[in-house]
Nanobody
Framework: QVQLVESGGGLVQAGGSLRLSCVVS????????VGWFRQAPGKEREFVAT????????NYADSVKGRFTISRDNAKNTVYLQMNSLKPEDTAVYYC???????????????WGQGTQVTVSS
């Protein structure tokens, strides 16, 4: 089992920044990949970014490249998502999730946090 707890969401104006945190506990050795996903009302859950334990390889959705940065602090068992230059279309519930696979598909992530709301006003 893996447990994930997100925090850091909130309301921000367009152009602003937020940093999301995801504390990961449990069987992290067998689920070394942590990803961030988001879901806006009426839309499917979509991939945002992912990072792998060990070599800290990262991957980003095209829509957030250059604006968002994913990182991890293994000593704190925490994965961060730094979000800069936020746009109204970034408004969504953001989830972190853990997987054994290096993939952007949400169906491959077996463990999910409860989500944190990010709202970007224009």
């Amino acid at each position: 089992q893996v447990q994930l707890v997100e925090s850091g969401g909130g309301l921000v104006q367009a152009g602003g920044s937020l940093r999301l945190s995801c504390v990961v506990s449990g069987r992290t050795f067998s689920n070394p990949v942590v990803g961030w996903f988001r879901q806006a009302p009426g839309k499917e859950r979509e991939f945002v970014a992912t990072i792998r334990r060990g070599d800290s390889a990262t991957n980003y959705a095209d829509s957030v490249k250059g604006r968002f940065t994913i990182s991890r602090d293994n000593a704190k068992n925490t994965v961060y998502l730094q979000m800069n230059s936020l746009k109204p279309e970034d408004t969504a519930v953001y989830y972190c999730a853990a997987s054994w696979a290096w993939t952007t598909s949400p169906t491959a992530y077996g463990y999910w946090g409860q989500g944190t709301q990010v709202t970007v006003s224009s």
